[in-house]
């Protein structure tokens, strides 16, 4: 229960910094390669994702599909909603790729956090057995 909490308090205070990033003017960041930025969104919105699905109380066999798409789509929707604040902020642009690599990094960890949940559970049984 306590893991769950902080995962939730985490998740909003992740969704507060990105919120605040997002409203400067730019992020300087030095370019290491082709499509860093769509990485660095995946990355960002994976935690995201990561830290919803956590906040979501685990069943005994682990995390659901039902609870790993809630957790996507919220992340998801979040990314969009950023997409949108960063049309109105000086210096920033919104970009349609850029809010799918926000979903795919919340779908892709939400679903190896769920995944290894499972593994975990299923390890847990042998070892009782």
């Known amino acids: 229960m306590l893991l769950r909490r902080l995962s939730l308090l985490l998740a909003l205070a992740w969704m507060a910094l990105l919120f605040y990033l997002s409203h400067q003017p730019s992020l300087e960041t030095p370019m290491l390669f082709s499509?860093?930025?769509?990485?660095l969104h995946a990355a960002v919105y994976a935690l995201l994702g990561l830290l919803l699905l956590a906040a979501q109380p685990r069943q005994a066999q682990g995390y659901s599909w039902q609870q790993i798409g809630i957790s996507v789509l919220?992340?998801?929707?979040?990314?969009?909603?950023?997409?949108?604040h960063q049309y109105f902020i000086p210096g920033r642009s919104n970009e349609i790729l850029d809010w799918v690599a926000d979903t795919v990094g919340a779908l892709i960890a939400a679903s190896l956090l769920a995944w290894l949940s499972r593994k975990w559970n299923s390890a847990g049984?042998?070892?009782?057995?």
């Open 125 to 129: 049984r042998r070892a009782y057995r």
């Open 74 to 84: 919220i992340a998801s929707l979040y990314g969009l909603s950023d997409e949108i």
């Open 35 to 39: 499509g860093q930025d769509k990485v």
